[in-house]
């Protein structure tokens, strides 16, 4: 229990500490998915899409988004036309898309959820704690509003610019 709440505890001074807020400039680019755990009230951490997750974020500088997460080592589908129920709901369970509008308060990103794979979240909104240091954002997303476990953790490294070929 110690652990637990040093660990959150750390969390929080970490998050709190930063002096300067991000902005959507700072946002603004391709980032490629790192990790997703998430962390339970006993502060269990666990991998949520594998230990090698696929996945992108793309941010526009005019508030736009999209992002693909998928766990690591997914099964291809037998056929694309014709892949079983059994597949299609393995598939479906192992990937998360979502697009939309975002915008920021201080260290918050809230994202405004227009479009995605689970209807459940179309016009919905999602909050997450961001945080960038150099080319590594931190995003926390937490059960409750309180700031304490469980809550999911995705880290994401930006994309360098590809060079243009002749």
């Excluded at 240091?133 to 490294?157: C, H, N, Q, V």
Aim: hydrophobic share 40%; net charge neutral; aromatic share 10%.
């Amino acid at each position: 229990m110690t652990k637990w709440l040093l660990s959150v505890g750390f969390i929080l001074m970490v998050f709190a500490s930063s002096s300067m807020a991000q902005s959507k400039t700072s946002l603004v680019g391709t980032w490629r998915l790192v990790s997703v755990t998430v962390t339970n009230e006993k502060g269990e951490v666990k991998d949520v899409f594998g230990p090698n997750p696929d996945g992108f974020i793309a941010m526009t500088g005019d508030g736009g988004m999209s992002i693909i997460m998928t766990r690591s080592g997914r099964k291809l589908l037998s056929s694309v036309a014709n892949a079983s129920t059994e597949e299609m709901a393995a598939a479906f369970s192992s990937s998360l898309a979502y697009a939309g509008r975002y915008t920021l308060r201080d260290d918050k990103m809230i994202i405004h959820i227009e479009a995605c794979t689970t209807p459940n979240f179309v016009n919905t909104e999602d909050t997450r704690h961001v945080k960038i240091e150099g080319d590594r954002l931190t995003m926390l997303w937490y059960f409750d509003k309180e700031g304490s476990a469980p809550y999911y953790e995705y880290i994401w490294e930006r994309l360098k610019p590809v060079a243009a070929t002749k």
